[in-house]
C-alpha cells in the first residue's frame, strides 16, 4: 500500500513541477521520498529518481547548489547500476549540463552536455532526437560564450536532424531555423540573419496561416534586423 501511495505523491509532484507550481511539487516529492526510503534505503536504484525530481524542482526554484547535490546523488547510483554510456545516465548528464550553464560553468556544462551527447549516439543512434536536442544545448552553452560559430556548428548539425525527422517545412524546423538567425544577429551578421528568419517565416505562414498570432515574434525578429 505504502509503495503505490509514494507513486502517487511522485506522479503529483511530477503534475505540479510542469504546471509551474514547484513549492507544491517539492513537498509531493518529499511524501514519496519519505515513503520509499524505508523500503529501499538511500542508495537504491528507486532512490535516484526522487533525487533526479529533487534536483529538477530546486533548479526550477533558483536553489543550484541543492538541484547539483541531488543530481549527483541520483548519477552516481545510475552509473553504478547502468553504466555510463545508458540513457538514464545520459539524462544526468544532460540535467547537470544545463544546470551549470544557467550557473555560467561553461566547463562542466559541456564536459557534461559532451557525455551526454556521447551517451546518446552509442545507445540511440547518431539521428535520434536526443541527439539532436544535445546539439542545442551544446550550442546554447557557446552562444552564452558568444563563441558564435561553434553554436552555430552544433546548431546546423541539429538542424540536420530535424530536416531529416519532421521535414522541411515544420514548426520546430522554422524553429531551428529561426535559432540559427538569431545568433547571426548576434554575431552581425545580418544578411544571414534574415535569411534564415525568413525561412522561419516562411514556413509558419505555411503551417499555421498568415494570420497567426504565433507570427508576431518572427516578424519582430525580422524587424530587428
Known sequence: YDKHLAAA???????????????????????????????????????????????????????????????????????????????????????????YNAIGDADKALHYHFKALSAWKTTLGNEHDRVAASYANISNVYRNLKNYDAALDYLFLRLNIIKSTFGETHTITAAVYNNIGTIYLENSELDNALDYMLKALDIYKVVLGEDSNSLYLIYNNVGWV
Open 9 to 99: 505523491y511522485s506522479n503529483i509532484a511530477l503534475l505540479y513541477s510542469e504546471a509551474g507550481y514547484s513549492e507544491e511539487a517539492l513537498a509531493y516529492a518529499q511524501k514519496s521520498y519519505d515513503i520509499k526510503r524505508k523500503y529501499y534505503g538511500e542508495d537504491d536504484l528507486y532512490m535516484s529518481y526522487d533525487y533526479n525530481m529533487f534536483g529538477a524542482i530546486y533548479f526550477e526554484l533558483g536553489y543550484n547548489d541543492r538541484a547539483l547535490e541531488y543530481m549527483h546523488k541520483s548519477l552516481k547510483i545510475r552509473t553504478e547500476v547502468f553504466g555510463e554510456n545508458h540513457p538514464c545516465s545520459a539524462v544526468l548528464y544532460n540535467n547537470l549540463g544545463s544546470v
